[in-house]
């Protein structure tokens, strides 16, 4: 698609229309779905043809059924949008209402079309099994395009999923000189126990306001999670 001009006079749409009937995107029934494009959007567009996205979001369709790209007129043959055009191959048809539609010439608009497929991904923890049984998860990707995208993604939200989540009970330190922050790390060591690197999902601050001879607090309690492998 490209620019012809300035195009200037606000909006235009993108129908497409149910291809058992005449091509009206006037009639509401037989709108699959539409798109709008603001006049900065047109704007935007280059001088010279290149490949533009028209997004109708997720569109149920059926094998084998006409479907109709319908583009309402805009603008003037100086100052409008163009598409990709090809001669020779193809057809086409007009309408100056919408309504009535000329005879098909002969002419191919360029455009590409992109089909999403269901993806069913499942993943199973071999260590959960060893202790617990089979444990598996399915992720649906119904409408990823591409298959490598959807195995990226699964990689990602797998790599999270076989985290093991641990909670410590309720932790009581002594009042840092900064402040903490949650979701910052800490580290937790006993001696010859453990030494990990946790999470701070919350604290607690009981503050004495009333004592004589000790106001404020001298301590606080962390509530700590980590996640590993």
Known sequence: MGKTGNPASGETKFFLVNGDATPDPNVASGVIKEATWEQERLQKLSGTLQWEEINFGKTPVVANTTIYLVVKKYGSASNTFVFGYQTGTGSYQTSSDGVSWGAAATGDTKIRTFAA???????????????????ERVFDFTHDSELDHAVEAFDLVTDVASLKKREYLPITVSIPDVRVD????????????MDVKATIVGYDLEMNAHSE????????????QEHRR
């Open 117 to 135: 497929y269901p993806i069913a991904l499942s993943v199973e923890d071999i260590e959960t099994r060893k202790k617990y049984g089979v444990r």
């Open 182 to 193: 949650i979701a910052k790390y800490c580290r937790l060591k006993v001696k010859d126990v």
């Open 213 to 224: 001879t000790a106001l404020g607090t001298d301590s606080m309690t962390l509530f700590l």
